[in-house]
């Protein structure tokens, strides 16, 4: 029986490749003698799949009816921490969250003694992704965002990215700085940012919060993380902005924007170009000719020459004296242990030491106690009393005064 089944397995086999050979030989002839590339030869037409058709379209998930629900198996639940400074806000506005989310078939609690907030799926939740909404609204309101702006996150055609930039920089006051770089001037730069990118960017502490579409938040994103390296937002602004206008230009949609958008290169400048340019930089500030901000007296009010004139003629100061050059080195310092020989403590016993140091640190310590207590009694140091005057030094104060009337 074996023999008999591997015989038909062979010949099965040997026919399935007469036909596809049969079928590869059909082919050419359907294609117009066009020779079909080997992946794409089991391909079929898809009449329904039309250019006007857009796949990143997300369609609308309205609640099914009444009778046609059925509720989810298991209950989906998360829970988020928030800081105690959000407290209060979150209590006032609790109630609005509440109803918006019921409308989504969602329920929450607040938990202030434990400091957290949680959302849940009911029995007339009808979306199973509407839950991750959820969490995603209780994040922003925990990272500072107001209540009706992380509300509209429950949209479907808007999404949050929370940026974590705490860890990008290990300086505190760099991290400062380039975190102030993404506000700018007035907020300038973040508007910009949002103006661009059709996102909403609230930079709070740690970390920066964006809503928007998937697009826009992938170039916040890479904005923020850019500018924490050290890049300047300006250069991705710059950016955004040729590339909105070259989206208006329908001849360019299927060519590389290569060529119209900038390349910034960082330079790296050796440490003798950066002391060179120093250099120029100081001699261009004393040196009036090349320096071209530089005012001559002449041009000054008169009320400052005087100032200037008084200030030239005032004796000059002590030039330092060049030391003279010398091929020999400095002589040698003495060393902690020749101070010590010199003196006479090396020959000491170690407790003989011990009270030696502790000598010589009382003494410091009484010294400074004393220029401590000196400076407090000034406080309380009495001020030289005004001697009121007597009835005749009055009266001829006022014979004075009539005089010069």
């Known amino acids: 029986m074996s023999a008999e089944a591997s015989s038909s397995a062979v010949s099965s086999k040997k026919s399935k ?4 050979k049969t079928a590869e030989a059909v082919d050419p002839a ?16 898809k009449p329904w799949d039309t250019d006007d058709v857009d796949h990143w379209t997300v369609e609308a998930f309205p609640a099914p009816p009444t009778d046609q629900h059925r509720p989810f198996l298991e209950e989906s639940s998360f829970a988020l921490l928030f800081p105690k400074y959000r407290e209060p806000y979150l209590r006032s506005v609790w109630s609005s969250i509440t109803s918006a989310l019921e409308s989504n078939g969602l329920a929450c609690e607040l938990d202030l ?25 209780l994040k922003l309101l925990a990272r500072g965002v107001n209540a009706p702006q992380a509300m509209k996150i ?22 400062v700085k380039r ?21 909403y960017v609230l930079v ?19 904005i923020i993380i850019d500018c924490m390296n050290n890049i300047h937002p300006i250069y991705r602004i710059k950016e955004l902005m040729i590339r909105r206008e070259l989206a208006k230009d329908p001849k360019l949609a299927n060519e590389s924007w290569d060529r119209f958008l900038p390349t910034f290169q960082k330079k790296h400048l050796k440490t003798s170009e950066k002391t060179a340019k120093k250099n120029a930089a ?25 100032t200037t004139i008084s200030a030239a003629t005032a004796p000059p100061a002590a030039k330092k004296q060049k030391k003279v050059y010398t091929p020999f080195p400095p002589p040698q310092q003495p060393s902690k242990l020749d101070l010590q020989l010199a003196s006479g403590e090396y020959f000491l016993k170690p407790k003989e030491k011990e009270v030696l ?28 009393e005004k001697r009121q005057d007597t009835i005749q030094e009055k009266k001829k104060k006022r014979k004075r005064a009539e005089e010069l009337m």
């Open 154 to 175: 429950l949209q479907d055609d808007i999404a949050c990215d929370i940026i974590k930039i705490g860890g990008l920089v290990r300086n505190k006051e760099r991290f």
């Open 204 to 222: 709070q502490g740690n970390t920066v919060s964006a809503m928007g579409s998937y697009k826009g938040l992938k170039e916040v994103r890479r």
């Open 179 to 199: 975190r102030q770089r993404i506000v700018g001037p007035n907020g300038s730069t973040l508007k910009a940012i949002e103006l661009l990118t059709e996102c």
């Open 113 to 137: 003694v434990q400091g957290k907030m949680m959302v849940k799926t009911t029995r007339k939740t009808w979306d199973p992704y509407v839950v991750l909404k959820g969490r995603d609204l």
């Open 30 to 45: 359907a294609t117009n003698g066009e020779e079909v590339d080997k992946n794409k030869r089991h391909r079929k037409d």
């Open 357 to 384: 140091e502790k000598k010589k640190k009382l003494e410091k310590q009484q010294e400074v106690a004393g220029e401590r207590r000196a400076v407090r009694e000034e406080a309380f140091i009495a001020p030289p």
């Open 17 to 20: 490749k007469s036909k596809s």
């Open 282 to 306: 100081l001699e261009r500030q004393s040196d009036p000719a090349l320096n071209p901000n530089s005012i001559p007296i002449s041009a000054v009010a008169p009320s400052t020459t005087t």
